[in-house]
């Protein structure tokens, strides 16, 4: 049997990987900026993460919903102790599409309506709801057409405004990230999400925070939304969580009330999915990783600032995005095949750096000094 062909795939084979390096199978080492999309939160293979798994797995990896599982209550706990969320409930699944599935289900649930507010360059995943709300036409299938979801121009307050004035009190949920991944990192500003928050309490809908990419302190703050100073009902989170280990959740404000078998999954929460969040927030307070993306973050936006051939260079914390010109379209190729640094992309012409949050001054150093002469010795 042959694997469906959907990736375009990098001629590369890791075979090993710690902290922000990964190495091929033939032995040559790689800087990882780019976290496999933003996925590898505290580093790679870190000892704490693999011991608790490893223990975990030893006990029982799996048992079902129908039964108590304390782990799911302690990483609740956790999760609001590190996000600041104390009065927020923790519901689990198993990704970032699912997430956000149950975070719209959840608000049409709650409002008892059906449209649903998205924004120009949005992605939310590829499952039905998820990805009808994605800015892209090329993967959402006749099947998950619908109109009931409307997209709106990003960061402009007056036409969501408008909107609002005519349709409001049809809106189950507005859904945006704090700041667009693979839309080329685009950055909510603090008066949209305001904005948002105000709409939403007027209009009686959701704020849903898609928090996957942009969230669990890859900004620097454990939520990049609440830099605006207003909370979400709902904020998505996955990738970032489980360092790896397949994991992802919504946690719902207070105002929601739950009832048995509104929502659901198999494999959610399971016993080793707990246990590696669980590692993945105790490294991440032990090792004051927000604080690190934050320095380490605004240290690599502002040297990248100073390179004169890149333009655009936009994010927050440890979720950069810069633009490199026409004529240096395979600069991200050359980085990762004659620098061995891996970087993200976004169409077009946009490299992203989506590193683990453990990156250290001397790898974002090394990169600054790699980029400028790969930059210089460029040959289109
Ligand atoms: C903002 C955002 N939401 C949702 C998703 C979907 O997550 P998953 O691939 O885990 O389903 C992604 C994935 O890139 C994302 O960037």
Request: aromatic share 10%; hydrophobic share 40%.
């Given at each position: 049997m042959k694997l469906f062909d959907v990736y375009p795939i990098n001629d590369i084979t890791i075979t090993k990987a710690l902290g922000s390096r990964v190495w091929d199978n033939n032995g040559i080492e790689y800087m990882d900026l780019y976290g496999g999309h933003a996925v590898i939160s505290i580093g790679h293979t870190h000892p704490h993460w693999v011991k608790r798994i490893e223990e975990q797995l030893n006990k029982i990896a799996f048992y079902s919903n129908s039964i108590k599982i304390p782990l799911q209550e302690e990483l609740a706990e956790k999760l609001g102790e590190v996000s600041g969320k104390k009065d927020f409930e923790l519901f689990l699944c198993n990704s970032g599409a699912e997430a956000n599935e149950n975070a719209l289900k959840l608000a049409s649930f709650h409002t008892n309506r059906k449209k649903i507010v998205s924004f120009k360059k949005a992605f939310h995943g590829r499952t039905s709801l998820a990805v009808a709300a994605t800015?892209?036409?090329?993967?959402?299938?006749p099947v998950n057409e619908t109109d009931n979801i409307v997209f709106l121009p990003f960061n402009d307050i007056e036409t969501l405004t408008n909107y609002f004035t005519e349709k409001g009190n049809e809106v189950a949920a507005i859904i945006i990230e704090g700041i667009q991944g693979v839309g080329g990192i685009n950055v909510a500003s603090n008066n949209f999400l305001i904005a948002i928050r105000k709409l939403c309490d007027q209009y009686g809908s959701i704020y849903i925070a898609d928090?996957?990419?942009?969230g669990y302190g890859r900004s620097?703050?454990?939520?990049?939304?609440?830099c605006a100073g207003v909370e979400a009902d709902i904020y998505s989170m996955a990738k970032g969580m489980g360092n790896g280990f397949p994991i992802g959740g919504i946690i719902v404000s207070p105002k929601f009330k739950a009832k048995h078998s509104m929502l659901g999954t198999?494999?959610?929460?399971?016993h080793l999915a707990c246990a590696a969040a669980l590692a993945v927030l105790e490294v991440m307070q032990k090792e004051s990783l927000m604080e690190n993306a934050k320095t380490v973050g605004d240290y690599l936006m502002n040297e990248l600032k100073?390179?004169?051939?890149?333009?655009?260079v936009r994010g927050r914390g440890l979720m950069i995005g810069f633009d490199v010109p026409d004529e240096y379209k395979n600069l991200k190729k050359d980085l990762l095949f004659k620098y061995k640094i891996f970087t993200g992309e976004a169409k077009p012409n946009v490299i992203r750096l989506l590193p683990s949050?453990?990156?250290n001054m001397n790898d974002a150093t090394t990169f600054i000094s790699t980029l400028k002469i790969a930059i210089t010795a460029y040959q289109p």
């Open positions: 800015d892209n036409p090329s993967i959402v299938a928090s996957v990419q942009c620097g703050i454990f939520f990049s939304h609440d198999t494999f959610g929460g399971n100073l390179i004169p051939q890149i333009s655009g949050l453990a990156l």
